[in-house]
């Protein structure tokens, strides 16, 4: 697994071969990056592994899919005539809508000239004579960068679980994270659905209304708040328009960088009545999405205040689901919100139908597949297809799987065998001039995670136009910077709840992963901290 045989060439000097940035990855992160390096007059060239650009947005195209931020929110802000002018038609964006706003981007920007489609990286090595990274693709490319910018996403690599037997099942399969392009039609069909994270409870209502038999296989219950999904008010549209600027830093103060026009309570679950609690709960509950989890301000420091958010969603739970068993099943017993919370539109309800049935595999977990369908619980469920939402080897996945190898050789896989390290999420000692958009360590996926993305290749960009300033040609963590960086990631986590159950947050969906908490939680401190290191003269930071 260390060692991939791959050695990249260096690039013919001076040849078209060379650039000053190297971009993996043509989401919100890369395509970004490419117009912040044109704009300081870099060259360029970003590689996508797609045939098209959008990132999540492109490869997750599963039924019911839509970003859990509201529409107005999820969008760049660094031209303010494009978000004027851009116009979302619901609350919610549906992916089809941010996959049209990512080419929109891309059309209105011209970046598709430096986009390199359909061709994945394999390998990026530094060569310290030159100060440079050689850069390899399954296509064939060599390439050579000055800097490098891993803007490869935080949930991009599908975990996809070795269930005994997968390679016989007769019917077609598919995983969220990799939908096909083509309409998928389960009109009349007997489908399986395994997993009940994000993806599949966005999806299940959508499936059930085709399949003639839906089996939901769940391992653990999760808690979900109704989306309460709308066309966009025209009259909100105008009035953010009308200050978009303000609102957007009003955003930016938020923990996750989201949320503002209904922030987290300051008030504690404890100074509060029944009643009181009651009315936050249900006000957040009927207004839908994720403020749910602002309803007081312990709900993820506080046990036995979380435990009260936790009873009550399960009361609503019971109210939805007709049948008491299937009700039970789907309550959730973990600490509410240390799994991302989920936001759906009619998913409890959906269990209602009678074709709609869940399967409870906890005792042993998926036993195998066969030919037929899934065998789980002691018995055979025969289907005529099987949905994967088993979700992703998040954070980390992408990143290991390009042979990545910085100073003396070093991988980037040994350099993580205990767990990420980085400095700021941004870069990892001995792999100078290598940037992670939104890596572990930073706040990323507990953010809006386009201003994540924005806010690091702002920060990217900057240091790229420093480092050409003071005519310097490196730039690399302090090994003690960063292991203090990672000391703090991990203290602010243990002053929280999040740590406290088997998410992907910590690696522990995907079986031998390190189990590390891989964010940073809290946005606004993050920024501070940022530009506070730049303030200083990128302290933490090693210049040549
Ligand atoms: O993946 P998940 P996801 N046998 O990891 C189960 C973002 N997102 O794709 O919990 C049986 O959450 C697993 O069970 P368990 C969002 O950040 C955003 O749904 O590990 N089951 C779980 O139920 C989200 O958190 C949006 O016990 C297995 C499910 O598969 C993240 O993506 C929409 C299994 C995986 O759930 C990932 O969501 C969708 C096994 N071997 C997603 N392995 C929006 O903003 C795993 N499971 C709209």
Not at 187 to 206: D, E
Request: proline share 6%; charged share 20%.
């Amino acid at each position: 697994m260390n060692a991939p045989t791959e050695r990249p060439a260096p690039a013919a000097a001076g040849s078209a071969n060379e650039f000053d940035v190297v971009i993996v990855g043509a989401g919100f992160a890369g395509m970004y990056m490419l117009h912040r390096a044109r704009g300081q007059g870099l060259r360029a060239v970003v590689f996508e592994a797609g045939d098209g650009v959008g990132g999540t947005w492109y490869w997750n195209r599963y039924p019911g899919a839509r970003c859990d931020v509201e529409s107005m929110e999820y969008s760049y802000q660094f031209d303010d005539t494009l978000q004027q002018q851009w116009h979302w038609s619901e609350r919610f964006a549906p992916q089809p809508e941010i996959l049209k706003y990512a080419n929109h981007v891309a059309d209105r920007y011209d970046l598709r000239r430096d986009i390199r489609f359909s061709t994945r990286v394999t390998a990026a090595h530094f060569d310290e004579a030159g100060a440079r990274w050689n850069v390899t693709t399954d296509r064939g490319d060599q390439v050579s960068g000055r800097f490098v910018v891993m803007a490869t996403g935080c949930l991009s690599s599908t975990n996809k679980p070795a269930f005994p037997g997968l390679e016989t099942f007769t019917g077609p399969t598919y995983h969220t994270g990799e939908w096909p392009h083509e309409p998928v039609d389960f009109s009349g069909k007997r489908v399986a659905v395994i997993g009940t994270g994000s993806s599949a409870i966005q999806s299940i209502p959508i499936i059930a209304k085709q399949a003639s038999e839906l089996w939901v296989f769940q391992r653990t219950a999760n808690y979900s708040v109704p989306a309460r999904n709308a066309p966009l008010d025209p009259g909100y549209e105008a009035r953010i328009k009308a200050e978009y600027q303000a609102f957007r830093a009003r955003n930016s103060q938020m923990m996750g960088a989201f949320g503002s026009a209904f922030p987290r309570s300051e008030v504690s679950i404890f100074s509060a009545s029944d009643e009181e609690r009651d009315r936050a709960f249900a006000e957040r509950w009927n207004r839908g999405g994720l403020g749910f989890q602002g309803a007081f301000a312990d709900l993820m420091i506080n046990p036995n205040a979380n435990e009260i958010a936790a009873d009550w969603v399960r009361e609503r739970i019971r109210e939805i689901v007709k049948d008491p068993a299937t009700a039970e099943l789907l309550c959730p017993t973990q600490v509410l919100g240390c799994k991302r919370m989920c936001v759906d539109t009619g998913y409890f309800e959906t269990f209602n139908q009678p074709h709609v049935h869940l399967i409870d595999i906890r005792p042993g977990g998926i036993e195998a597949i066969t030919p037929r369908g899934v065998k789980a619980a002691g018995r055979e469920f025969e289907v005529d297809a099987i949905v994967f939402a088993t979700g992703f080897d998040a954070m980390t996945g992408t990143l290991l799987r390009i042979d990545v190898r910085g100073r003396d050789g070093v991988s980037l896989r040994d350099a993580w065998a205990a767990g990420p390290r980085t400095y700021l999420g941004l870069n990892v000692a001995g792999f100078p001039n290598l940037f992670t958009v939104s890596g572990p360590g930073s706040p990323s996926v507990l953010t809006n995670m386009i201003v994540s993305i924005e806010q690091h290749v702002n920060w990217i960009a900057g240091c790229m136009a420093w480092l050409r300033a003071q005519g310097r040609r490196t730039i690399e963590a302090t090994p003690q910077a960063q292991e203090a960086w990672v000391g703090h990631v991990n203290a602010v986590a243990d002053t929280t709840l999040y740590p406290h159950c088997n998410s992907w947050y910590l690696g522990a969906n995907v079986p031998g992963k390190t189990r590390v908490f891989m964010p940073l939680i809290g946005f606004p401190d993050y920024v501070k901290r940022c530009d506070e290191v730049v303030a200083r003269g990128y302290e933490g930071f090693a210049v040549a």
